[in-house]
């Protein structure tokens, strides 16, 4: 039977691990994971049994690169683990047909830098995302608190079947983020006016402190969890918008409990 497979994004799965991208990454290369990357460019397809003999040109097409994500070759792993973003990428694995049919087919693109953002790791979906040694589990639990991101996932979630409610449609991530910062910022307006705020509807225990809108560059925002005896703030911690497309896609598999 085959296994079954997930992909995740580098950003998130570091992150919820509370390991810094680098040590993750190349923890995964060294165990032989998958690695894909997000590209923006075109490639071109060529078809070499398909021949213009005036012009002894094969048939050619472009491929928009941004359809999906691309495997990388052991070569390109090698920089990964090597060097510092941004990276150079000026291979990755062609497409099913080419590989099938080399002999009719040709790929290539031109290459472009990526950075750790743009990583993505196929994993085996029995295997735990956040498997780590007794010591640093208990650093990830004390930096970013498990807590923290089980409540997180909530907050989403509550903003994304909202909208899915209202629209019938998946709303996009950004959507998602834009909702939740929207009803932040609406409680300027009550503040100004020195009025009891109503309580907010995507994050009713206040677990989000600061939060960029989606036109910022990067977008993140702020988390806090405060001491339950007094107000001093127990964790903290951040979380980029770069992080919630792979989040959502597996919350949609596993819905949370809100």
């Known amino acids: 039977m085959s296994e079954e497979k997930e992909m995740y994004s580098l950003a998130e799965l570091s992150e919820d691990a509370g390991l810094s991208w680098k040590n993750y990454l190349s923890k995964a290369i060294r165990k032989g994971l998958d690695v894909f990357a997000r590209l923006k460019g075109q490639g071109t397809l060529t078809i070499l049994d398909e021949v213009d003999y ?49 002999k009719h087919f040709q790929f290539q693109f031109r290459g472009e830098s990526i950075n750790e953002n743009d990583l993505f790791l196929l994993i085996p979906t029995d295997e735990s995302v956040n498997q780590t040694t007794d010591e640093t589990e208990h650093r990830a639990i004390k930096k970013i608190g498990k807590r923290s991101n089980k409540e997180l996932h909530r907050i989403f979630w509550r903003a994304f079947t909202s909208l899915r409610d209202e629209s019938g449609f998946d709303p996009k991530s950004k959507e998602v983020w ?16 020195k009025e009891i705020r109503p309580e907010r509807t995507y ?11 989606v036109n910022m560059p990067s977008p993140k925002l702020q988390w806090i969890i405060s001491a339950t005896t007094d107000s001093r703030i127990s964790e903290q911690g951040t979380y980029s918008l770069e992080s919630l497309p792979a989040l959502l896609s597996k919350l949609k598999k596993t819905p949370p409990k809100v």
């Open 203 to 213: 994050d009713p225990r206040d677990h989000i402190d600061v939060i960029d809108s």
């Open 178 to 193: 834009q909702i939740i910062y929207d009803e932040l910022k609406a409680e300027d307006q009550f503040r100004e006016k």
């Open 54 to 102: 005036e012009t002894m040109q094969a048939t050619f097409k472009n491929v928009d690169m941004k359809n999906q994500l691309w495997k990388l070759p052991y070569s390109e792993l090698e920089k990964l683990m090597i060097d510092m973003p941004p990276w150079d990428i000026t291979s990755v694995v062609p497409p099913d047909i080419v590989q099938e049919d080399p």
